[in-house]
T-cell receptor, first 118, second 108 residues
Framework: DGGITQSPKYLFRKEGQNVTLSCEQNLNHDAMYWYRQDPGQGLRLIYYSQIVNDFQKGDIAEGYSVSREKKESFPLTVTSAQKNPTAFYLC?????????????????FGPGTRLTVT | DAKTTQPPSMDCAEGRAANLPCNHSTISGNEYVYWYRQIHSQGPQYIIHGLKNNETNEMASLIITEDRKSSTLILPHATLRDTAVYYCLTGTASKLTFGTGTRLQVTL
């Protein structure tokens, strides 16, 4: 089955430690994304990558880092510099679904990782 | 990307049509309208998208006004499993901005 896997589902860390969240996709999508979601809030974009070995900061990149060495993988590191790291983290990839005019994309999401830092 | 405005919550009786509105008055000519939904503690799921014409698929219908400043997502026969947060988004690139959406509660 094609899809996006995120592991682990739940992650607990002590304050001051860096932690890396895994995201793997076998959909052959070029673009991948990391979002953060806080309780009762929408999704906020952390980083995105449109091609291997290239990535851009999203709206809330401070305290996070990413790498994109392989098309299938887009790991996110939550560093000790992130002031409020406890959140639900979602990874996504996208495919071009453009038809006759303009560009349109569909994003596919993983099941998420719930990170708790104490 | 244009900003979207949605009501924070709506209720719908099971079996009835759920009509979810969205305002996107600053949408530009080449921006698509997208709808996603998120069931509790899961990743969002794509529902439908459109540019100017109304669209229908197996999940829903999308009605876009002629001036493209607003749209309505229609779930023709809502079920309890349609209870979720529904997000309306606009965009031209693969990078999309999610707001806080509409929490739809389907009741018996």
């Amino acid at each position: 089955d094609g899809g996006i896997t995120q592991s682990p589902k739940y992650l607990f860390r002590k304050e001051g430690q860096n932690v890396t969240l895994s995201c793997e996709q076998n959909l052959n999508h070029d673009a991948m994304y990391w979002y953060r979601q806080d309780p009762g809030q929408g999704l906020r974009l952390i980083y995105y990558s449109q091609i291997v070995n290239d990535f851009q900061k999203g709206d809330i990149a401070e305290g996070y880092s990413v790498s994109r060495e392989k098309k299938e993988s887009f790991p996110l590191t939550v560093t000790s510099a992130q002031k409020n790291p406890t959140a639900f983290y979602l990874c996504a990839s996208s495919i071009d679904i453009s038809r006759t005019s303009g560009r349109a994309y569909e994003q596919y999401f993983g099941p998420g990782t719930r990170l708790t830092v104490t | 990307d244009a900003k979207t405005t949605q009501p924070p919550s709506m209720d719908c009786a099971e079996g009835r049509a759920a009509n979810l509105p969205c305002n996107h008055s600053t949408i530009s000519g080449n921006e698509y309208v997208y709808w996603y939904r998120q069931i509790h503690s899961q990743g969002p799921q794509y529902i439908i998208h459109g540019l100017k014409n109304n669209e229908t698929n197996e999940m829903a219908s999308l009605i876009i006004t002629e001036d493209r400043k607003s749209s309505t997502l229609i779930l023709p026969h809502a079920t309890l499993r349609d209870t979720a947060v529904y997000y309306c988004l606009t965009g031209t690139a693969s990078k999309l901005t999610f707001g806080t959406g509409t929490r739809l509660q389907v009741t018996l």
